[in-house]
């Protein structure tokens, strides 16, 4: 058993490590999004490299015309036609293809089974109903639902964080009136915005974001006030006030740091709403642009293709795998800054 001196020295990254579940939740997790942003070199229908008549090529840098390969037109290569493919098997050719040799929106011309076609050596996880590779769109949609998650956040916590911040420190009128104006805008109906400005707008992942963040700070702010009326009060910030520190120099240098354990404490949690959003959205038909992947569209595939089970079966793993991992992540840094939990482990 620990001492409490040795846990003190031992810092929140050891006792994060104790939680075991959220430290390889975190291990996973991190290697799995390392790992789609190589999406274009793990799923792509582009070759890596080329050698064809003694030359070398890069498909994926450049784009080369079908005569380059000994075809008839001058149009762009398509690598997945069966007489392209069999110029590189030819004696002093070759080609290397990604492990998947699909794009997210590669359409496969080429396939044996009508759409959506179920698993097979060619699509591990089958296609949907435009014959897109399942496997390469679950890749492309997990990278961008963590890349949304990881923007809505931060933008979420600099504004809350700031908001809450003034809120607290100076209190009196300044956060009357803060408060105030948070009620109206959060009484705002936010889904009818969204589709208000869907019907303007071209659907883009910035206009996501942007309408998101107008609300997403709202519920952070809250706790970054509380923390700062608490701190405020406290003997080393009645110091710094009498040497004469600026507010920035106060807020910045002394109450900040002591206020970021719910910040960072909830980041997991703040990023799965974000997933969920970006998912719910994108099921809605209010979300990302149809020609991008996404798991909330995949979901809609699967509602509209209930025959073709591996499309829900296979997004619905995803999600639920990502928000459980995230979770972990969550009860782990939870518990680390939980200073009092440990003192009562030692004790016990």
């Known amino acids: 058993m620990l001492s409490l001196r040795q846990i003190r020295q031992s810092g929140i990254w050891q006792r994060f ?14 290697f799995a999004f390392v790992l789609s942003l190589f999406a274009e070199v793990i799923a792509n229908d582009k070759p890596l490299i080329v050698k064809y008549q003694g030359e070398y090529y890069l498909p994926m840098i450049k784009t080369y015309p079908e005569t380059t390969f000994g075809g008839d037109f001058p149009t762009p290569t398509d690598y997945l036609d069966p007489a392209i493919r069999k110029k590189f098997k030819e004696a002093g050719h070759w080609a290397i293809y990604p492990i998947i040799p699909y794009r997210y929106d590669t359409l496969n011309y080429f396939a044996k089974e009508p759409n959506p076609a179920s698993p097979s050596v060619d699509n591990w996880l089958g296609t949907d109903d435009r014959g897109r590779d399942v496997l390469a769109r679950l890749i492309y949609g997990f990278r961008l639902s963590i890349l949304f998650a990881l923007a809505l956040t931060i933008i979420g916590v600099v504004i809350g964080v700031l908001t809450g911040a003034l809120m607290g420190y100076f209190g009196g009128r300044v956060d009357l009136i803060s408060q105030r104006a948070i009620e109206i805008w959060s009484s705002m109906p936010e889904l009818y915005l969204l589709i208000i400005f869907a019907s303007i707008f ?16 709202m519920g952070l702010s809250d706790y970054v006030r509380a923390e700062f009326f608490k701190n405020r009060a406290l003997e080393y910030v009645r110091a710094a006030q009498a040497l004469g520190l600026s507010n920035r120099q106060i807020i910045w240098r002394h ?89 009562k482990e030692v004790r016990a």
């Not at 071209?202 to 700070?217: C, K, N, Q, R």
């Not at 799965?272 to 998912?279: K, M, P, V």
């Not at 959205?281 to 025959?307: H, I, R």
């Open 202 to 217: 071209a659907p883009s992942v910035a206009l996501l974001i942007i309408l998101l963040s107008l609300f997403g700070w």
């Open 255 to 343: 109450i900040l740091p002591n206020s970021m354990t719910p910040v960072i404490t909830f980041l997991p949690f703040r990023m799965s709403a974000a997933i969920l959003a970006l998912t719910s959205l994108d099921f809605l038909g209010l979300g990302v642009p149809a020609n991008q992947a996404s798991l909330g569209e995949l979901l809609a595939q699967g509602k509209a293709n209930l025959d073709a089970w591996w499309i829900s079966l296979s997004t619905f793993l995803v999600l639920v795998f990502t928000l459980l991992l995230l979770t972990f992540i969550g009860d782990a840094i939870r518990d680390a800054f939980d200073t009092r939990r440990q003192v």
């Open 17 to 30: 490590k104790t939680h075991r579940l959220g430290y390889w939740s975190l291990l996973i997790f991190s």
